[in-house]
């Protein structure tokens, strides 16, 4: 519901013209035919299959879950008082924003989905993509336009890409999926270096800025870091270079396991400096037919739909006063923006108990109120499954917080120990071995304790429900691996993994505990930390200094006893 | 039973498939790759036109300027998931400039047939209930295309710069 107080403020952000508008209205139809066809029984649901996946339709183990696409994880209040309303009329009454950034709604109806697209188109919404062996939705550091560390937004190339890959008929039906993301400072919260193929906004030694492109990251069974596939490429050239990655994957991949068609298994069998000579021999190709040059005048057109907006001059940069749980939330929550008496505001979706990444429609509206009052209208997905409230002024924050403790989404937790990235698990999905979210739970309520929480520091938790890795497990400071042993859920323990730019793979402890021993066995691994830090480590820095060692000790230690 | 639909209708399909221990028949020929690596000059010699089947393995770049002698190159789908043959049209056009018929055969859906047609297919083997005013839809549900393919389409971006 619209709080007729609140006037809908519309961000700088992407707009449809009439062709983006024509293109999704046209693919919504296209899908609407696809679902008739199999319902009619003309498609069988192998042939269907990778029809709806490719329109971000699943189906799980109760139901069909649709994923909407949140591109670069940018929303609008428009967009989300829509989310909301979907939820409300079509779903529990809730969506469940993902590790891609996007929005998933748990309990969808078949026959309905034609309608729920045709809603989302009225938004400039969509769910091309955003499943299947093709490009995914494109993610970006949710920080982007707002802080002073990136060398430009990064959004604007994440459209082009956007556009570029929607549909793109060479690339539809790859050996696995494709996950690119984009970031433009050293800071990277976009796991960048985890991902199939990543684009790093970079300045050269003669200030020129360009792009750095990275392939072959990836989460799943078998996790690696991305490879630098080129130091530089320069801007008029960055589609031909991803379109050259593209080409070499879908033609060297293998097909007969799908296990092992990542482009990163590509990479690591023939190996980096191979991968950079085909790759480096398709791009000339694709640049000497010369038809995917990025024009000047196309970045700047896309740039300007994202142009920074008015901030007010003259305000203080002071952090207002109003007591002791705002000022833990603006230590953990709140952070530098570029422009003077302006700040970022993390809006963690982990307060503990809570499903990590849950929003009823009610929160989704009152959020989209916030945007609007507070944030020009803006909103950011994480991949770390919170929101970001871009703009807001620092003299609205006692504001905005006083709401979010209404709505329960008011913990001072982010980045701390109770702001864990869960995937569904076994709840929902159907490749789950194990429940993620109980665990997800029972952790953040072991660790409730804020003062607790601000002594341990940063300490990113990350929970999957099966070896896919959709919780990101491998890039955990403490990852937690489900596994099923003979119908028994059990948790296996990782150490050490980073998804920031000093992104590393963690390593497996050794048996996994019982559901009810894994939140004791973490506090065992804490406690050491806690005891054997030296100044100013984080957990992850203790760990890499340690190793795994005194962590296993202490954790199968009392689990025996 | 199949059809072959070829420039927007029913054709007949002229091309003889041979066995790779079979005789070569009089007429135009469909034969494999490892067929032709064996009985290249003879069927160079031949006064009549020779076509190609390639697995979804087998790059047709590896043929190097052998392409031009085909008349046909039949690329297979072994299972509509299997996308290769989706790079290997676009080289084929784009790359090698093999302006014969590209042919799609094997295991592909309605639904990808749009797809073939951007990346420079040109003749499809369709089953019997594949009608001509499926073809026909299949290449029109779409309008408009953001990226350049092996069709010289105009994309969204040219569309706009022309407005």
Known sequence: MLNTLVKQVDPNMYRYDEFDAQFVGERVEQFAGQVARRLSGELTEDQFKPLRLMNGLYLQLHAYMLRVAVPYGTLSSKQMRKLAHIARTYDKDFGHFTTRTNLQFNWIKLVDVPAILRELADVEMHCIQTS?????????????????????????????IRQWSSLHPEFVFLARKFKIAVGACEKDRAALLYHDMAVQIVKNAQ?????????????GRTPYIAHVMSEFVEREDILAYLEAVLRVYNQDSRRDNIHKQRIKILINAIGPEEMRKRVAREFDEIKRAGTLQLPQDELDRITAYFAPPKFETGLSDEMPEAGTDFANWVK????????????????????????PGDATSAQMDIIADLMDQFSVGEVRVTHEQN??????????????????????????NAGLITDIIACPGLDYCDLANARSIPIAQTIAKKFENLDRQHQIGELKIKISGCINACGHHHAGHIGILGVDKKGVEFYQLVLGGSGAEDASIGEIMGPGFGEHEIADAVERVVN?????????????????RLGMAPFKDAAYEKAAA | MTKLIKSGAYAQDVYAPVADDAALPDGPVLVSLARFHKDRDTLLARNTPVGIRLQSSENPEQLGQDVHHFALIALEFPKFRDGRAFSWARILRTRLGFTGE???????LYDQVNYQHRVGFDAWEVPDNFTIEMFNRALTEMTNVYQPSADGKKTIRELRAAR
């Open chain 1, 528 to 544: 050491v930390y806690i005891a054997q830090r030296k100044d100013g480590e984080r957990f992850l820095d203790t760990y890499r």
């Open chain 1, 387 to 412: 929101l970001v409230l871009p703009h807001v002024r620092k003299k609205d924050l006692p504001a905005i917080y006083a709401k979010l403790k209404e709505l329960d989404f008011a913990a001072p």
């Open chain 1, 207 to 219: 200030g020129r800025i360009g792009y750095k492109v990275m392939a072959g990251g990836g989460m």
């Open chain 1, 132 to 160: 299947g062996n093709c490009v995914r939705n494109v993610t970006a550091d949710q920080f982007a336009g707002a802080t002073d560390e990136e060398i430009e937004d990064p959004r604007p190339l994440a459209e082009i």
């Open chain 1, 332 to 355: 953990t929550n709140v952070s530098k923006h570029r422009a003077p008496g302006y700040a970022i505001a993390t809006i963690t979706l982990k307060t503990p108990g809570q499903v």
């Open chain 2, 102 to 108: 590209i042919r799609a055969v094997g295991d592909f």
